[in-house]
């Protein structure tokens, strides 16, 4: 295997990692927000799910992205 195939299977395993714990993230705060009373702590909590999302999106592109690297 090539280095730079290496590398960037080093990068997707990588980013695999960051959107397993961001996603993990995502469920401890929709646990939040079902046990919470307060409107303004759901409306925070939900808007730090929408950042988080965005960032998995990006991670994904990041990883289609790796792939047409090395094709």
């Known amino acids: 295997m090539n280095k ?3 590398l960037i299977l ?3 395993e990588f980013a695999g990692t960051i959107i397993e714990r961001l ?3 995502i469920k ?4 939040k ?3 919470s009373q307060n ?3 759901k409306a925070a909590t939900l808007g730090k799910m929408m950042g988080l999302n ?3 999106e990006e991670m994904e592109e990041f990883m289609r992205q790796l792939e047409t690297w090395y094709e």
């Open 10 to 12: 080093t990068h997707k």
């Open 28 to 31: 401890e705060c929709e646990e």
């Open 23 to 25: 996603q993990n993230k």
């Open 54 to 56: 965005e960032v998995i």
């Open 33 to 35: 927000v079902k046990q």
């Open 39 to 41: 409107r303004y702590k």
């Open 4 to 6: 730079n195939k290496e």
